[in-house]
């Protein structure tokens, strides 16, 4: 017997020592990975930063070593917080001489995206140094930034796509009539078409003026800065857009002035020595990342003074409580109302803080929440100057929030407004009745105590008043709340408002913004209002790292969603839509998602 405990025993202790070798070799391996991620901490001599223009931009990107690691590979996400601190460190760092742009299939990133960047580039160019871009397929928008560079270089059997601009937007409605689902929709607004895809087969004719309006404007914005880059007329811009380039020989690039040289890859490395006396050979210099420099970028010496003007960045959808569990490791960003107001209640505290700019980067969401951040942003600029800088989208919730704000900055090309509200009600009688054979009873002490808790029945007459009461009262909060933060009449913002959307350049005219610019000239304006000399930057909220992914529960949804977007490509989208019908039920205020943009 004595035996016999002693062998358990000894694979007890066995098993244990195993385990803790395991996990020690385990966690010691994840930590070397994610520690690989940023080891690079200064600037070689000689450099050249290179900017890939694959995949998508996205306005901010958290640590996603925990999804790497479990997902293996994910679609190419690039950061424009990143990419315009690499562009400004490159332009005062002695140790870069130029930067090189590789250009690829760059699909994900709207156009107020682009500008911005554009606008960083053609800034890095007051340094003197060269810009050089390479392709062997440059997308429409990947052409538009590097339309900037000191020689535009396409392979002799590459592609330039040049094709002007459509907006699409998907419908719905057969495929919930094809299941037996119905949409309960109540609504203020004409040009309100959020919730269109869920009752039309095809555009309203309310949504197709305003539409036409928004990509006829981008498009004017586009060819004006490409004509004055390339040296070639609008009217010209816009006959090779009808030839759609993507189709012609290669050699017709170089004819139209759309490329500078038609080149092979393994050529670039000694046009690149070609274009500065500081290089002879391609040996002569390093190429280094955007996440390298950016991380330099960020790790150099703050400033003494200890004034700080803080950069908020809130994008995605605005929502109560988040749908997910891990940010950064489920690819769809939010805005979580009662996070966003803790986070903006420590600013306010902080006394070193000087001046806030909120980086507005949302197409809106749940009513509710954008009033408590439109609450919370009113607070905070009771005791410090508040900027909002407009990335792609600032419009419905997200206008909401920012027209809380002392001045607003936007791009041109930034869509806005869509000042409105909806309700979505999903109702599933036919599907539940017909098709699936459930049928639901219900014992209530009250008309209408089970109003809106099931979808087993639609609403009455009696109940939908009701709701469309709520939702006007909704409008009219909004509308008010507008008019006053932006010191105009009801009446006025009525005017302008209807759920209509409207590009930056035509909100400063309608005085829905104050400025167009970057988000480099909001803080430019946050320094003076702040009225301080000197002063450092500090983004929030801070960015989860890999060992907090690591620490939070997984509710089984990120792992699937990254593979799913891998899989699905430009269906993703489509299937989002589908799926996100029931996040949308209830108020909102939200722009249309489903726009998308062929740009």
């Not at 070798?21 to 990975?33: A, E, K, N, P, Q």
């Not at 460190?89 to 130029?98: C, E, F, L, M, V």
């Not at 560079?149 to 592609?159: A, T």
């Amino acid at each position: 017997m004595k035996s016999f405990l002693k062998y358990v025993l000894a694979t007890i202790v066995g098993m244990i020592i195993v385990s803790i070798i395991f996990l020690f070799t385990t966690v010691s391996t994840i930590i070397g990975f994610a520690g690989a991620q940023s080891s690079k901490t200064t600037v070689d001599k000689n450099s050249v930063l290179l900017i890939n223009l694959t995949g998508s931009i996205d306005e901010r990107t958290e640590d996603n070593s925990l999804a790497t690691f479990l997902a293996g590979s994910i679609a190419e996400s690039q950061s424009l917080e990143d990419i315009l601190k690499a562009i400004s460190h490159a332009k005062d760092d002695d140790n870069i001489k130029g930067i090189y742009i590789e250009a690829g299939t760059l699909v994900g990133a709207a156009p107020a995206t682009l500008q911005e960047i554009r606008k960083a580039l053609i800034d890095f160019k007051k340094s003197k140094k060269f810009i050089v871009s390479y392709g062997d397929m440059y997308t429409q928008g990947a052409y538009y930034l590097c339309s900037v560079s000191d020689s535009l270089i396409v392979n002799p059997q590459g592609v330039i796509d040049w094709h002007g601009i459509s907006m699409q937007t998907t419908y719905y409605k057969d495929l919930l009539d094809k299941i037996g689902v119905g949409m309960q929709v109540f609504k203020v607004g004409t040009y309100k078409s959020a919730v269109e895809p869920y009752l039309l087969n095809e555009m309203s004719e309310a949504n197709r003026e305003q539409l036409t309006l928004v990509s006829s404007e981008l498009w004017t914005e586009m060819t004006g800065e490409v004509s004055a880059s390339r040296k070639i007329s609008i009217e010209k811009l816009n006959q090779l857009a009808d030839n759609f380039m993507a189709f012609v020989q290669p050699a017709n690039y170089k004819t139209e002035k759309l490329a500078d040289k038609l080149a092979y890859s393994d050529e670039v490395p000694q046009i690149i020595c070609n274009m500065t006396k500081d290089f002879d050979e391609p040996s002569d210099y390093k190429t280094i990342s955007v996440s390298d420099l950016a991380s330099i970028s960020s790790s150099k010496p703050k400033g003494t003074s200890g004034n700080v003007i803080a950069v908020y960045y809130a994008y995605g959808d605005i929502v109560q409580e988040s749908s997910h569990s891990v940010p950064g490791y489920n690819n769809e960003h939010e805005i979580i109302g009662k996070n966003t107001v803790k986070d903006l209640k420590e600013l306010t505290d902080d006394e070193n803080i000087k001046a806030v700019v909120i980086r507005v980067n949302s197409g809106g969401g749940s009513a509710y929440a954008s009033e408590q951040i439109w609450h919370a942003i009113r607070q905070l600029k009771t005791e410090k100057p508040v900027i909002v800088s407009m990335g792609d989208y600032a419009a419905s919730g997200g206008y909401y929030i920012s027209c809380a704000a002392d001045w607003i900055v936007a791009e041109p090309t930034t869509i806005t407004g869509s000042i409105g509200i909806f309700g979505l009600f999903p109702q599933a009688t036919e599907l539940m009745n017909k098709k699936l054979g459930i049928h639901v009873s219900t014992v209530k002490t009250n008309a209408h105590s089970d109003l809106g808790q099931t979808m087993s029945r639609a609403f009455t007459a009696e109940e939908s008043a009701i709701v469309q009461e709520y939702v006007n009262n909704g409008y009219e909060l909004f509308t008010s709340r507008c008019a006053f933060s932006r010191g105009k009449s009801v009446e006025d913002i009525k005017k302008i408002a209807e759920g209509r959307i409207w590009t930056g350049k035509h909100a400063l005219q309608l005085g829905l913004i104050d400025q167009l610019g970057t988000l480099y000239d909001a803080v430019k304006v946050a320094k003076k209002r702040a009225d301080i000399d000197e002063y450092s930057i500090k983004e929030y909220p801070a960015k989860s790292n890999f060992i907090d992914d690591l620490l939070k529960e997984d509710k089984g949804g990120s792992y699937a969603d990254v593979k799913l977007k891998t899989s699905l490509g430009e269906y993703y989208e489509m299937f989002r839509q589908v799926q996100s019908i029931s996040k949308k039920s209830g108020i909102q205020a939200s722009l249309p998602y489903n726009i998308t943009f062929n740009f």
